[in-house]
DNA sequence: ATATGTACCCCTAGATCAAAGGGTACATAT
DNA sequence: ATATGTACCCTTTGATCTAGGGGTACATAT
């Protein structure tokens, strides 16, 4: 497979990662049980850090759309097709959007809001990258 | 009444100057109609900036617990007693505490939640303070 | 030995935000 | 003239976040 990578881009280059995969995925170009080159591999080959492939690829595991094999590699995951038409975090934003709306509308304001988020996000015992 | 401000506490004074007019209102020591002292009075005694003041009022105001008569100063509000019960921050907290437990459960990252939060607040037009 | 994913530690470079203050100006009414 | 709330402008301080990188280590299996 191709995959292109613009450092000059405005979007993150894991961000591209992930879409870039999903998107081989969806035009057939990827399908169940091929593998994907290791994490090392493709950051040698694509001359990016370890970690930000390692970011991608865990990214693409927990939306299913590749599955990782512990010593034995990545590989498409069989469902792959169908989740990588799955948008997670757009449907965040309209979870999200539909909170904010429903808070301003009751009059609270956006630094408001904002402190009431943050709070959400340091006390809730917080793990995760 | 009585109001006293702790420059040294890491709650904000603004703050501190709200709910001490909250807690005035419940105990009866302030009631509907009472006049307030002006923004640039009390900014004055409690050696508080102006904008630090204007923005406790305004507060209170959008709280219903005090009422703003233009020129002619600002008075407690005839439902005061109620709306000081009221916290519209509690409110907000846990509206958004719901949704970010849910999209965790879902799988999405604390920092997608986070980046699909401020998407939310800098696209839908703000205003505000 | 070597390669796999993974899990930590630390760091930098930007951006964004809250809180507070400083200043100036305005219409309104006394 | 004076006082009222209010609405702008701009600034500083400290905190917190993202994206990205650097390094080191580990168990697993070939």
Redesign the pocket.
Known sequence: MQITIDTEDHI????QLVSQVKKAVLDGKLSSGDA?P????LANDLD?????V?KA??LL?RDEVVQ?K?????YIHPEAKVNSAIDLNEWALAKLSDVTRALREAGVT??EI??AF?KT??NHTHREN
């Open positions: 993150p280059l894991f961000a994907l290791s994490i090392r591999q990016l850090n370890n970690k930000t390692a690829y865990s595991e990782t512990g010593y034995r590699g990545t956006d630094s904002r402190i943050t996000m340091t």
